[in-house]
């Protein structure tokens, strides 16, 4: 059974940098591409970031490029989303997504991603 486990949310100043963690368990972790997904109250969910199973590819949403950074640990089964200069209008539920398939390529699709994180709230006050 595939679990992703979210942490690392709270509440910060607008200009501030937060570090999410997804950890994951019940698949071969190293195998699949990851994501992280937000949600905003009244929008829908929409892509941050990606990065392949080998890590050697990211993308980002453009709302994010220049702030964001996603990466993973194979060795932890785990996916990182360091969040820098941070705005309110990144305040968001932050998902951790799992590819439903192998050695998938990174799509800012929500249906590429069979497995989900409960998530985790950052909230960026002015």
């Known amino acids: 059974q595939v679990q992703l486990v979210e942490s690392g949310g709270g509440l910060v100043q607008a200009g501030g940098s937060l570090r999410l963690s997804c950890a994951a368990s019940?698949?071969?972790?190293?195998?699949?591409?990851m994501a992280w997904f937000r949600q905003a109250p009244g929008k829908e969910r929409e892509f941050v970031a990606g990065?392949?199973?080998?890590?050697?590819?990211?993308y980002y949403g453009d709302s994010v490029k220049g702030r964001f950074g996603i990466s993973r640990d194979n060795a932890k089964n785990t996916v990182y989303l360091q969040m820098n200069s941070l705005k309110p209008e990144d305040t968001a539920v932050y998902y951790c997504?799992?590819?439903?398939?192998?050695?998938?390529?990174?799509?800012?699709?929500?249906?590429?991603?069979?497995?989900w994180g409960r998530g985790t709230q950052v909230t960026v006050s002015s």
């Open positions: 997504a799992q590819d439903g398939n192998v050695g998938g390529v990174v799509q800012t699709s929500r249906n590429q991603y069979a497995y």
């Open positions: 019940g698949r071969t972790f190293s195998m699949y591409t």
């Open positions: 990065i392949s199973w080998g890590g050697g590819s990211t």
